[in-house]
Each structure stands twice: as C-alpha cells, then as structure tokens.
T-cell receptor, first 110, second 114 residues
C-alpha cells in the first residue's frame, strides 16, 4: 500500500511571504498531481507531472519533483489571500487510481 | 462551459433513511469517480466507472453503498440504510481516459446523518 505524507498539516502566514509545502510517498510513483481546494468546493487541478526531476511553474507557484519520483514540493512566492485553501497532492502508479494525501491547510492573512 | 454537476449540495437525514446522491459529468468525459472526504481519512476513492461500466468498487465501504451509471451523462451513489458514520462530503469527478487522468471535481454533497 502506497502511503502519502504531506507537511506541514497547517500553515498560517502573512501576505507577501514565501512558503513551501511537501509531499512524500513511500513508493515510486508514475505521476503526481497537485490540487487546491477552497472551502465548500471540490479540488481543482493545478499541475500534473510524470518526469522525475522536473520543475513546473504556474505564475507564483513552482512545483519541483524529486529525481527518485518519491517526493515533491510546492513553493509559493509572495503569497496572497487568494492562495488560501487546502493543497492536496495525489500519486498514481500508472493507472486511474490516485492516492490522495491529507493535505496542507494554508491560510494567508491580509 | 458547465463543469461537473452534483446534487443536492447539502443533505441532512436521519439514521436508517435512504440517501441518493447525483452526478452529471462533463460532456465527453468517459471516466467517472466517486470519492468521500472526511477530516480523519482525507479523500478516498469509492468507485470508478469507465464508459458507464463499474471497473473498481473496492473502495465502497460495505453493501449499504451502491452506485450506478445508466448512461454517459448521469450517475448515482446510494446509501441504504444510512448511518451517522456515513457523514462526509461526497465528490464526483470525471475525466477522459487518456494520459494521466486529470480529474475535474464537482462541488460535492455534504451529507449529515443524525
């Protein structure tokens, strides 16, 4: 069974600060996804990666993937209140089945 | 362009009652997932359909849970009889079966069983 750990569980920061959250898997994965979920809504896909060592950028968000394909990080530059939400990572061994982490709950204070 | 539609958004029912949750996937998507989200266990896959056929129902907790997909534009998740421990947010997601299964989630149904 693949275990997925996200850290930290909770993070509260001031607007304008930078932050990094982490996702670690107990096994090698074929693909990894990051989602953001706002209160009362479903998760929204931010990025999908399938290549070890890859770096992807989405505006102020930078996603890094470990060479060993067992870990990932999400870095947010100059956080804004609109970044507030639950950040989920999900990994797959190459099939339809994605295992979701329990998430990092981020709150950005104005 | 409409996303995944779920109804109802909120459901409060008494223990022992039947509950039916509904989902309309994005047009053109041929894969559909039902998930359950709780604080303790996070997001868990309940069942996966491909081209309206149930492929994997290993996540369905017990026989009280059943799901159907009579056509490409509609799916239901039924709980009969409901129990307080079924209280959770239930999500439906859809995608196309190609590439890395990028899922589009609905807004969820918050179920409370008293």
């Amino acid at each position: 069974t693949q275990l997925l750990e996200q850290s930290p569980q909770f993070l509260s920061i001031q607007e304008g600060e930078n932050l990094t959250v982490y996702c670690n898997s107990s096994s090698v994965f074929s693909s990894l996804q990051w989602y953001r979920q706002e209160p009362g809504e479903g998760p929204v896909l931010l990025v999908t990666v399938v290549t070890g060592g890859e770096v992807k950028k989405l505006k102020r968000l930078t996603f890094q993937f470990g060479d060993a394909r067992k870990d990932s990080s999400l870095h947010i530059t100059a956080a804004q209140p609109g970044d507030t939400g639950l950040y989920l990572c999900a990994v797959s061994s190459g099939t339809y089945k994605y295992i979701f982490g329990t998430g990092t709950r981020l709150k950005v204070l104005a | 362009d409409a996303g995944v539609i779920q109804s109802p958004r909120h459901e409060v029912t008494e223990m022992g009652q039947e509950v039916t949750l509904r989902c309309k996937p994005i047009s053109g998507h041929n894969s559909l997932f039902w998930y359950r989200q709780t604080m303790m266990r996070g997001l868990e896959l309940l069942i996966y359909f491909n081209n309206n056929v149930p492929i994997d129902d290993s996540g369905m907790p017990e026989d009280r849970f059943s799901a159907k997909m009579p056509n490409a534009s509609f799916s239901t998740l039924k709980i009969q009889p409901s129990e307080p421990r079924d209280s959770a947010v239930y999500f439906c997601a859809s995608t196309v079966t190609s590439g890395p299964y990028e899922q589009y989630f609905g807004p969820g149904t918050r179920l409370t069983v008293t």
